[in-house]
């Protein structure tokens, strides 16, 4: 960039000035006005784009794009539970203000991904942790025993350590602990109620941003990734908890569990009851549908998913006043072209991309 | 009596099971299940596992915290032995 960039004059210098020192025989100053000309009507198009866009237009561009001036630091605490199934009694094991790691290899886990996915809100839509207020995340390991299950408890996430036969430790994938942290966003976010569609929405952006966050930590492109999820904690080489690319492969004929039951089309919606034992209406089998539209959409966008696919989706999750707490695929569907197309323009490939991802999953 | 303790939800949601006989009378049962059974909501917990008792009765959703220490034995037993209801 040159040096002329910051010069003080292009600030003060009336639009007659700057027209003639266009043709001024010193190139330097003629440099400098058709670069103040050019910041002006910049100024002017963009001061007359955000005239013109309503407060829910406005509220997403802001949400994307805003920054806070303070650079806030990363607040985080490691707990053991001891294999106990509580975490009133849980042993501080780390926090983010000592130097040295812990030994522990699952506290390196959930500090590893854990502050990649800090890093993710933070540089990628200027969010400050799970609240967007500097929350300190509490991970809580070795909760219980032989327990095969990671879960937020509205507060914090807590990590089992898995049996040790079909499932190793819940902090061995960075997918599984973006997810979980992602429940918390989206808490504090759209709060999609967690039972029937809105329920495998709230599954689903947990995924798509559980994904996300391990394909920006390993610096994967939609073609390098695999989109599974948690394809170590479940333990054998064939085998992941999901699949985003295809749902219903995560895993097959496996001995304890059988077949993936998650559908990717919405064709194949999967009717439970909205109880505790029929998964709230089957939240973890329907977000397989909202999982593969991002999918199909992010992969047609190409390069890195986080980039577009992720922006859309994290304005989509981010817009409490279009995104209501009962919202359905087809309400995230309309939301989602609609974001595309502000941010990229109606008839730009990643409108037709966010398009082609819910036709691709039946969502009308 | 013959009672059956299962764990439903999770990351993906499986269910297990465990099963025993216990010499309560079904007033115990009835009791227990009184101090014991959960009002059924996700609250904000997600992909939380939860326990459900299931004898002739029914089958309820209990909170393990509020199990009294005289049958904690029986119910920690039961956990120990869950195992996967293949689908
Ligand atoms: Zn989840």
């Not at chain 1, 010193?26 to 400098?32: C, H, M, T």
């Not at chain 1, 809105?198 to 391990?214: M, P, Q, R, T, Y």
């Not at chain 1, 009851?273 to 190409?302: E, K, R």
């Not at chain 1, 919202?327 to 995230?332: C, K, M, R, W």
Request: hydrophobic share 35%; glycine share 8%; net charge positive.
């Amino acid at each position: 960039m040159c040096k002329s960039h910051f010069t003080p004059i292009q600030c003060i210098l009336p639009p007659y000035l700057t027209d003639k020192l266009v043709d001024s025989q010193d190139k330097n100053l003629s440099k400098i006005a058709v670069n103040t000309k050019f910041r002006s009507f910049r100024l002017r198009s963009d001061r007359e784009f955000f005239k013109n866009t309503s407060p829910t237009e406005q509220a997403i561009l802001c949400a994307v794009a805003r920054k806070p001036t303070k650079i806030p630091a990363l607040k985080m605490e490691v707990y053991s539970c001891n294999k106990k199934a509580s975490t009133t009694d849980a042993k501080l094991l780390w926090n983010s203000s000592s130097p040295k790691l812990p030994t522990d290899k699952d506290a390196k886990n959930v500090i590893n991904a854990g502050t990649g996915t800090w890093k993710f809100y933070y540089d990628l839509f200027g969010r400050n942790s799970i609240d967007n207020l500097g929350l300190t995340i509490q991970q809580y390991i070795h909760y219980d025993k032989k327990y095969d299950n990671a879960f937020w408890d509205g507060r914090r996430m807590i990590f089992g350590d898995g049996d040790g036969t079909i499932f190793g430790s819940f902090t061995t994938d960075i997918d599984v602990i973006g997810h979980e942290l992602t429940h918390g966003v989206t808490q504090y976010e759209a709060n999609l109620e967690y039972h029937l569609q809105s329920g495998a929405l709230n599954e689903s952006f947990s995924d798509v941003f559980g994904i996300l966050i391990k394909q920006r930590m390993l610096n994967e492109d939609v073609k390098q990734s695999n989109w599974l999820i948690g394809e170590n904690v479940l333990l054998g080489n064939k085998y992941a908890l999901r699949s985003m690319k295809e749902p219903g492969t995560g895993y097959r004929n496996h001995p304890e569990l059988g077949d993936d039951p998650q559908p990717g089309t919405m064709d194949e919606f999967v009717k439970l009851p909205d109880t505790a034992s029929g998964d709230w209406g089957g939240v973890h089998y329907n977000s397989g549908i909202s999982n593969f539209a991002f999918y199909v959409a992010a992969f047609n966008m190409g390069g890195f998913a986080w980039e577009k696919a992720g922006k859309i989706w994290y304005a989509a999750l981010t817009d409490k006043a279009s995104l209501k707490k009962n919202a359905t695929f087809s309400d995230l569907r309309k939301l989602t072209i609609k974001i595309a197309g502000q941010l990229y323009g109606v008839k730009s490939l990643e409108t037709k991309a966010v398009k082609d991802g819910w036709n691709a999953a039946k969502v009308k | 009596m013959r009672i059956t303790l299962l764990r439903t939800g999770g990351i993906i949601p499986v269910t297990k099971k465990a099963e025993k006989n216990v010499d309560w009378t079904s007033d115990e049962l009835s009791e227990l299940i009184k101090v014991i059974k959960n009002e059924e909501g996700a609250g904000q917990k997600r992909d939380a596992t939860g326990y459900q008792l299931k004898y002739n009765a029914g089958t309820f959703s209990i909170d393990w915290e509020k199990i009294p220490a005289k049958y904690k034995k029986t119910f920690e037993e039961l956990k120990d032995d869950l195992a996967i209801v293949k689908p």
